[in-house]
């Protein structure tokens, strides 16, 4: 049965009122759950440029890219809820071969949105360069062998071991949530999905400043945990429900940052940053888009699929306390519309970066 929601008018972007009623969702169930907050979960007017709906005549794909063709990598003998966990505190996703393997390929999948850059920030010959919750590692390969004379660091609560490590760039097992204290100042500070894990954005914001050499950027590079659509056809299906309950889960498990990103840029000017610039891109569910979107959809819709059951099993039985036969159960039925051309869902997506004033200390 399909479910509709009542459309009212919202401003651009959740209200922190809203926000806070929306992470403290907590119902297990569509008839205790009440509507209204799917809708106010939803950013308005986020138009993503050339975002369009393909006709059907754009069959375009990356295939000289191995990773737009080459899928991600299944241990479907063991069940979601026994895959192997870091630290279950800080991060309640799983760290084995086919997490690792999907997590590359949403390095490609970001790269490409990206226009192919790994970064937006208007420097040019950066010393020092730090990656913050570095996963797999490979944007920090890739930025070290774009930037010999620089030196990378990338850091994780496990050391990542890329088949190939450039001699400018190093790893470390750390937390990013500590202190960090490093004697060199960064020209360029990299954040790209840490908001999976619990911690104070703000708290980092402020790090980070403290980390900087004067001129040097912060950059951000986040998802907005409830996806959107061009045309309304995503609206009440299991799909959607499904993004809700993982922010509700999350919340219940610390983690309040699934949809707080629209405050990043306000919060980077507080932390002292000037020139911040917001860029908006997206990430289709699958295909359905045309032009340059239909590769990001196409490796997209893997991606997806595979973090379905890596990211929210976790939200769904630890979050919220689910059986892992329900999770399971929805996460099927969530993955079938996933394919689903005809559901012209998409993630919005923020690079968010701004400059440390040059007269800073």
């Known amino acids: 049965m ?6 009212t008018p919202r401003p651009l972007f959740p209200s922190h009122d809203r926000l806070g009623e929306i992470q403290k969702m907590t119902c297990s169930t569509r008839s205790e759950r009440p509507e209204p907050p799917v809708q106010s979960a939803k950013l308005s007017h986020f138009n993503p440029p050339g975002l369009e709906i393909d006709d059907g005549n754009d069959k375009r794909i990356d295939a000289e890219n191995s990773f737009m063709v080459k899928p991600i990598e299944k241990e479907p003998a063991i069940r979601e809820v026994d895959r192997p966990l870091r630290d279950g505190e800080k991060y309640y996703l799983p760290t084995d071969k086919a997490e690792l393997s999907r997590l590359d390929h949403q390095h490609v999948v970001w790269t490409k949105a990206l226009d192919g850059d790994l970064f937006k920030a208007p420097i040019s010959e950066p010393k020092h360069v730090f990656d913050v919750g570095t996963g797999t590692g490979i944007w920090a390969v890739d930025f070290a062998k774009a930037f010999p004379d620089a030196q990378v660091l990338g850091i994780d609560l496990s050391e990542p071991r890329p ?3 450039p001699p400018n760039c190093k790893f470390e ?4 949530t500590g202190h960090w204290g490093y004697p060199q100042k960064f020209d360029l500070i990299h954040c790209r999905m840490i908001f999976s894990a619990p911690h104070n954005p703000q ?11 004067p001129g040097g950027y912060l950059e951000y590079h986040e998802m907005y945990a409830m996806p ?3 045309d309304g ?21 610390g983690n309040h940052n699934m949809i707080a990103l629209p405050r990043y840029k306000r ?9 911040v610039v917001e860029i908006h891109r997206a990430l289709p569910f699958n295909g359905w888009a045309k032009g340059s979107y239909k590769a990001v959809g196409e490796v997209m819709q893997g991606n997806i699929e595979a973090g379905l059951g890596s990211v929210y099993t976790g939200l769904l039985t630890r979050g919220l306390g689910w059986s892992p036969e329900k999770a ?5 039925k969530a993955r079938e519309q996933v394919r689903d051309s005809r559901i012209h869902a998409y993630f919005p997506i923020f690079v968010v970066y701004g400059r440390k004033p040059l007269n800073a200390t």
Do not use: C, N
């Open 173 to 176: 097992e750390r937390d990013f």
């Open 233 to 253: 056809t995503l609206s009440g299906t299991i799909l959607e429900q499904l993004f809700v309950d993982g922010i509700a889960g999350a919340a219940r498990l």
């Open 267 to 275: 919060w980077m000017v507080d932390a002292g940053f000037e020139d």
């Open 228 to 230: 959107m659509d061009v």
């Open 163 to 165: 088949p190939e490590v």
């Open 2 to 7: 399909k479910h509709f929601y009542i459309h």
């Open 328 to 332: 399971d159960e929805v996460i099927r």
């Open 203 to 213: 708290t980092l914001m402020q790090q980070a400043y403290s980390s900087l050499a």
